[in-house]
């Protein structure tokens, strides 16, 4: 019989992954009430925003604002996303209490992002983990594409083992796999996180998956087979990434509670105030125009019909 855990941790991202690629910059002030309804949902993890001056960033912009507006509850974890060195001092001085550090696993990915390679990239992770550590910040990594991606097919599995020593030599307690493509499959994410799992068996992992081709919750169910209990989720699906074509949104936090539920996996959290912020989340951005967002809209109206 396969094994699950009793209890798995969701983390929303959709005020940062979710909005990153929304056709509009909202305001401060729906970001904090988004996040803390799904505080009050009983969601423990919040990716709050990003701090960087990367050029594909600029709607986040705000997020120091978001952090200082925010009326942080004890025992949530709120995090953001950085890059370099100044971008921790930056989110230590509005509050924020975690980074995490980003690099691509695909040489084609990073280069579009970053214009350099994975491991150049991490040149200056170390001085980064440095200014966490004096500033009582938690650190988390993060690989992109760490199963597969459109240019280099199966990304090799010494790539990644090369990234996570990088990451741990930075002081990264917890790495995030992050299928931003859409590329995974539950063999290889089974197989994959198991081998990953026994190299570095004091490490935390989290998974971030992406719903392209209709993979995700199939995905989460085999990170959970491989020992996952955190998953990254996105409130109606929202998401994607900027660098890469035809890359669609994260898997929704309803859809992830739900399966979750059904599974008698236990999440703490409230799914029927998770589907009222949700709707909220679609009403902000339902003039977007893309069939994903209209039919998730579509369907949700016609279960409050039925």
């Known amino acids: 019989m396969k094994q699950y855990p009793e209890k798995v941790t969701i983390c929303e991202v959709v005020t940062r992954d979710g909005f990153q690629t929304a056709p509009e910059i909202y305001p401060v002030e729906e970001k904090v009430r988004i ?9 423990k993890c919040i990716e709050v925003g990003a701090f960087s001056t990367y050029e594909t960033m600029y709607k986040m912009q705000d997020t120091d604002k978001v952090f200082e507006n925010l009326h942080m509850k004890e025992g949530v974890e709120y995090r953001g996303l ?12 509005c509050g924020c209490r975690k980074i995490k550090l980003n690099v691509s696993a695909s040489m084609a990915h990073n280069q579009a992002g970053a214009g350099r390679s994975p491991l150049e990239s991490m040149k200056t992770f170390q001085e980064s983990g440095h200014v966490a550590e004096k500033n009582g910040m938690g650190f988390a990594g993060s690989i992109s594409l760490p199963f597969a991606s459109q240019w280099e097919g199966v990304i090799p599995f010494q790539t990644i083992v090369d990234i996570v020593k990088g990451f741990e030599a930075a002081g990264a307690t917890q790495i995030s796999l992050s299928d931003s493509a859409g590329l995974g499959t539950p063999k290889l994410v089974y197989e994959r996180i198991m081998a990953l799992r026994n190299l570095f068996p004091d490490m935390d992992w989290m998974l971030h998956m992406h719903n392209t081709r209709g993979m995700g919750l199939a995905n989460v169910v085999a990170a959970m087979e491989a020992g996952i209990d955190k998953i ?75």
């Not at 950085?82 to 001085?93: C, G, H, S, W």
């Open 35 to 43: 996040i803390e309804e799904v505080v009050d949902a009983g969601c």
């Open 82 to 93: 950085v890059y370099l060195p100044d971008d921790v001092r930056r989110a230590a001085a």
């Open 232 to 306: 990254d989720t996105s409130l109606a699906g929202l998401g994607g990434c900027p660098y890469i074509k035809g890359a669609t949104g994260n898997i929704s936090t309803e859809d992830t509670l739900f399966m979750l539920s059904a599974m008698g996996i236990e999440t703490g959290m409230d799914f029927e105030k998770i589907m009222e912020a949700g709707k909220k989340v679609i009403a902000l951005v339902k003039n977007i125009g893309t069939d994903s967002y209209q039919q998730r809209l579509r369907a949700l109206t016609e279960n409050e019909e039925n």
